[in-house]
């Protein structure tokens, strides 16, 4: 099966800085887009950043100029780096990946897979 895992979330003031990390195991034959979605309270999940197997990268209006995604395809890791950070990025933040899966008999997906999610919150 395939696992995604985030670390970096928690506490920061108005206009810090944190790192998340996310990184895919299991039985992976390609990873496509990999991407950070987030989920304020009350509110529905939404797109944050994405970036393609060959470094395309899209990013949401209110993130641009502050955060910069990156990833590293022979880790199968994705990283956010969120700069100049506020009060509204307070969400929980979830990686997602596309993936190609090895399954007996062959290849299956791709198919979505979601992290479990990490809480970031920006203190005024």
């Known amino acids: 099966q395939v696992q995604l895992v985030e670390s970096g979330g928690g506490l920061v003031e108005a206009g810090g800085s944190l790192r998340l990390s996310c990184a895919a195991s299991g039985n992976i034959l390609r990873i496509n887009v990999m991407g950070w979605y987030r989920q304020a309270p009350g509110k529905q999940r939404e797109l944050v950043a994405t970036i393609t197997r060959s470094g395309n990268i899209n990013y949401a209006d209110f993130v641009k100029g502050r955060f910069t995604i990156s990833r590293d395809n022979a880790k199968n890791t994705v990283s956010l780096q969120m700069n100049s950070l506020k009060p509204e990025d307070t969400a929980v933040y979830y990686c997602?990946?596309?993936?190609?899966?090895?399954?007996?008999?062959?290849?299956?997906?791709?198919?979505?897979?979601w992290g479990q999610g990490t809480q970031v919150t920006v203190s005024s």
């Open positions: 997602n990946a596309n993936i190609l899966v090895i399954r007996l008999g062959g290849v299956g997906g791709p198919s979505d897979y």
